[in-house]
């Protein structure tokens, strides 16, 4: 008979260990709890693990810091349920290329921070940013942001800002300038959690599923305001207001405009954008582009058109379609090279430049000055929006502040005047203190005003001493376009050359295979300012 009083055997390398840790891994990966689970799935959610996966190529997501929670020990010390940190986060792989993902889940205290360990919520910040690759934030809750409960939880109350209370908030900022950020709202989203969204290169919201704002309906009924969440905070109204550049239609569509987006970009600043495999020929000449913009100054034009025939074939991505409408702004290739795109829309204002335009134009140049990006601007604009509606936006300062983006620019530049170019805006078509490639359609005019309204105002005497006004105003008209043609600026060298609309992609292709190498700031000093 075996000896009862003998000792146990000691195990035989660390089995018990290998144990522990598996068993704490089953528990956190139960999240919330089945219950908890169960919600999520049922209002159409995946849970944090599912979105990374996706998100990430397939099998390639590792995640970083499991086990960290709140443990629960009986009276011998033995653990008995270890209840999961509310955030998930790890190393993985987009595009065959590495990235960093962090995700909030929602099943644990709504993603606030008393469920929130702060080392693990800087944790991905520091380790993009330092590893100089991209970061991907899906974004649910709270998104680690303080609650009414933090102060029994803490025991006091959390001065916000400062030297080590913060929950990552500067980390935000700092990685803003120096790797690619991408913010994916995937439920509703509110306080840090939509500083998290807002603070990225590129956010998307899954429509009807998603909302954001500062503080939910449930505060800001306190003000008198009674609406829902998507009301205060949907994907309609944050698109419009430029809180958000992008809607879904579902998760999975937001993980495939992530992806798209960060194949335009580099790793980090340190590097230069990738260029993909062409398959389009550079040569490729559209014959809808000569007649597509109309004789009738009067009729519009579809220029999204006009980028799909000048751009590699399906290579435009846009961003911010529903804010600053009258600019068109996103990203594109040239011969696989990638490139910022802006583009007036005659459409919206006649592509004049409102308050919301030139925040637009505004962030979408310094995405390509932070990410050594050309810039390629289709013009059509006739000036800035005017009338009590502009002044009491402050449009002319705003506009000021585009032009400074423009001006204060580094990288190659190439714009291509459509039709209009009218006025301070019209001017700002273009880098005016350094080198810039500059070509003009032969539908484009320009000038400090259009000619017109401004004829009656300018030439009144001489209509009002007329026997016939109509006849007189349509003689001074005549008179005046033919000093206007594009043609008698062209014989100055002010426009450096019209061309056929239909040799666009040949020459902007030409642009991008030139620009490649010098897009760096200080790869190429014929860009730079002297």
Same mark, same amino acid.
């Given at each position: 008979?075996?000896?009862?009083?003998?000792? +146990?055997?000691?195990?035989?390398? =660390?089995?018990?260990?290998?144990? +522990? /840790?598996?068993?704490?891994?089953?528990?956190?990966?139960?999240? %919330? !709890? &089945?219950?908890?689970? &169960?919600?999520?799935?049922? !209002?159409?959610?995946?849970?944090?693990?599912?979105?990374?996966?996706?998100?990430?190529?397939? @099998?390639? *997501?590792?995640?970083? @810091?499991?086990?960290?929670?709140?443990g629960q020990y009986d009276e011998h010390g033995q653990l008995i349920h270890l209840m999961p940190n509310n955030s998930v986060m790890g190393r993985a792989m987009v595009n065959g290329r590495p990235v960093v993902i962090s995700g909030d889940d929602f099943t644990v205290r709504g993603g606030s921070a008393d469920a929130t360990n702060k080392g693990k919520a800087l944790y991905p910040e520091q380790l993009a940013r330092d590893m100089r690759v991209p970061i991907i934030r899906m974004i649910e809750g709270s998104g680690g942001g303080g609650s009414v409960k933090t102060i029994e939880t803490t025991g006091h109350a959390n001065l916000p800002g400062g030297q080590g209370q913060s929950f990552g908030s500067e980390q935000l900022m700092i990685n803003m300038g120096e790797?690619?950020? $991408? !913010?994916?709202?995937? @439920?509703?989203?509110?306080?840090?959690?939509?500083?998290? /969204?807002?603070?990225?290169?590129?956010?998307?919201?899954?429509?009807?599923?998603?909302?954001?704002?500062?503080?939910?309906?449930p505060v800001v009924k306190g003000i008198g305001q009674d609406l829902t969440k998507q009301e205060l905070g949907g994907w309609q109204i944050q698109l419009a207001a430029g809180g958000v550049d992008n809607a879904a239609d579902s998760e999975e569509d937001a993980f495939e405009q992530a992806r798209r987006f960060l194949s335009y970009m580099p790793q980090s600043v340190d590097e230069l954008p990738p260029r993909a495999e062409p398959k389009d020929p550079v040569d490729r000449q559209e014959e809808k582009l000569f007649t597509i913009v109309p004789r009738d100054i009067r009729k519009v034009y579809k220029m999204r058109k006009i980028i799909e025939m000048v751009a590699d074939e399906d290579s435009?991505?846009?961003?911010?379609?529903?804010?600053?409408?009258?600019?068109?702004? @996103?990203?594109?290739?040239?011969? %696989?090279?990638?490139?910022?795109?802006?583009?007036?829309?005659? *459409?919206?204002? %006649?592509?004049?430049?409102?308050?919301?335009?030139?925040?637009?134009?505004?962030?979408?140049?310094?995405?390509?000055?932070?990410?050594?990006?050309?810039?390629?601007?289709?013009?059509?604009?006739?000036? *800035?929006? $005017?009338?009590?509606?502009?002044?009491?936006?402050?449009?002319?300062?705003?506009?000021?502040?585009?032009?400074?983006?423009? +001006?204060?620019?580094?990288?190659?530049?190439?714009?291509?005047?459509?039709?209009?170019?009218?006025?301070?805006?019209?001017?700002?078509?273009?880098?005016?203190?350094?080198?810039?490639?500059?070509? &003009? =359609?032969?539908? &484009?005019? =320009?000038?400090?005003?259009?000619?017109? %309204?401004?004829?009656?105002?300018?030439?009144?005497?001489?209509?009002?001493?007329?026997?016939?006004?109509?006849?007189?105003?349509?003689?001074?008209?005549?008179?005046l376009n033919k000093l206007r043609s594009p043609f008698r600026t062209a014989e100055t060298f002010a426009i450096e050359d019209m061309i056929d609309p239909r040799t666009t992609r040949p020459l902007l292709c030409d642009f991008a295979n030139l620009a490649a190498p010098l897009r760096k700031s200080g790869k190429g000093r014929m860009w730079m300012r002297p």
């Open positions: 008979m075996p000896d009862s009083n003998k000792p +146990e055997a000691p195990a035989k390398g =660390w089995q018990p260990e290998l144990d +522990e /840790l598996n068993l704490r891994k089953q528990m956190t990966g139960t999240m %919330g !709890g &089945a219950d908890k689970v &169960a919600r999520q799935h049922a !209002g159409g959610r995946l849970t944090v693990r599912e979105r990374a996966d996706r998100m990430a190529d397939p @099998g390639s *997501f590792r995640e970083i @810091g499991r086990l960290v929670g709140k790797i690619p950020t $991408v !913010g994916l709202g995937l @439920g509703s989203v509110a306080g840090l959690g939509a500083a998290r /969204l807002a603070a990225t290169h590129f956010s998307v919201m899954v429509k009807e599923q998603a909302a954001m704002f500062v503080a939910g309906p435009f991505f846009e961003m911010a379609p529903l804010f600053g409408r009258s600019v068109i702004g @996103g990203l594109a290739r040239f011969d %696989g090279w990638p490139v910022v795109l802006l583009a007036s829309d005659p *459409f919206h204002y %006649g592509g004049v430049w409102t308050a919301e335009a030139c925040e637009k134009v505004i962030r979408m140049v310094d995405l390509a000055e932070t990410f050594h990006l050309p810039v390629i601007y289709l013009c059509d604009c006739p000036g *800035f929006q $005017v009338g009590l509606e502009a002044e009491k936006k402050g449009t002319i300062r705003l506009g000021v502040r585009a032009m400074a983006a423009i +001006e204060q620019s580094t990288v190659p530049w190439c714009s291509i005047i459509i039709r209009n170019a009218f006025g301070v805006a019209g001017g700002a078509h273009a880098p005016s203190g350094r080198f810039y490639y500059r070509y &003009a =359609w032969l539908s &484009a005019r =320009w000038g400090s005003l259009p000619l017109e %309204g401004g004829i009656e105002a300018a030439y009144r005497a001489d209509l009002d001493a007329a026997d016939d006004e109509a006849a007189e105003l349509a003689t001074i008209t005549d008179r």
